[in-house]
């Protein structure tokens, strides 16, 4: 079942001789549960990519769908409270409140959003990323590694439809690395959430389920890997 869509997207910065074209033409779409890995240079406009997916940049034309509704027929009301309920957004400067501990990051956007706290959730999540015995630290008291995981559970509270990751892994030494990309491969095992994750590490887009390359803000390769979903084990 189609979860996303792009027709056709274009985004273009500055004018006339200044003007630069970040992304030309870009159209795919991908199915409910897929982990997508999007590959390319610095400055193939992946990044541009990812936030225009997650309602942070507006395109300069074409349609982005999710669960079949335009993302950018909405209201800017109606478009803030898509990026805090449908999407997750992880990136590689982990972006957490230094005065808030790990729960309080963890769970911000669902109380900016005016929710209840799902605790059943919360501490699933502490025990799946490993949190649990610092959950009342700061993020300065915090690894790296250990920081990006309290991003990724933030991204995870509000249980998106899509998660997104913009180089989650960028800050992060190989260990950290493969444990972080072995978190979001569990969620998206067992929560079935729809993973997509910008990265310059071949060896991370190789554990994807489909490789997309974009190169001067084109699409240049777009492949399945083969890769088959397993049970997470963690169903409870």
Request: glycine content about 10%.
């Amino acid at each position: 079942m189609e979860i996303l869509k792009v027709e056709n997207l274009r985004k273009e910065y500055g004018r006339g001789e200044a003007k630069v074209t970040a992304l030309d033409g870009i159209s795919f779409s991908v199915e409910r549960g897929d982990f997508v890995a999007i590959i390319g240079p610095s400055g193939s406009g992946k990044s541009t990519l990812l936030h225009i997916l997650g309602g942070v940049d507006k395109p300069t034309s074409g349609k982005v769908y999710v669960n079949g509704e335009d993302v950018y027929g909405r209201s800017e009301e109606q478009l803030a409270i898509f990026r805090r309920r449908e999407v997750g957004l992880i990136y590689q400067f982990y972006n957490l409140i230094p005065v808030l501990d790990v729960v309080e990051n963890m769970t911000l956007p669902v109380q900016m959003d005016g929710r209840k706290i799902n605790n059943e959730r919360l501490e699933e999540l502490l025990d799946i990323l490993k949190l649990r015995e610092r959950k009342h630290h700061l993020p300065n008291q915090l690894s790296g590694g250990q920081q990006q995981r309290v991003s990724i559970g933030r991204a995870l509270m509000n249980a998106p439809a899509v998660v997104l990751a913009d180089e989650p892994t960028g800050n992060l030494d190989s260990k950290n690395s493969q444990e972080i990309i072995e978190l979001l491969k569990l969620s998206n095992v067992k929560y079935e959430q729809t993973l997509i994750i910008i990265t310059h590490d071949e060896n991370i887009a190789l554990q994807a389920d489909r490789i997309i390359a974009i190169e001067d803000g084109r699409i240049t390769r777009d492949e399945r890997t083969g890769r088959r979903k397993k049970s997470s084990g963690m169903e409870g």
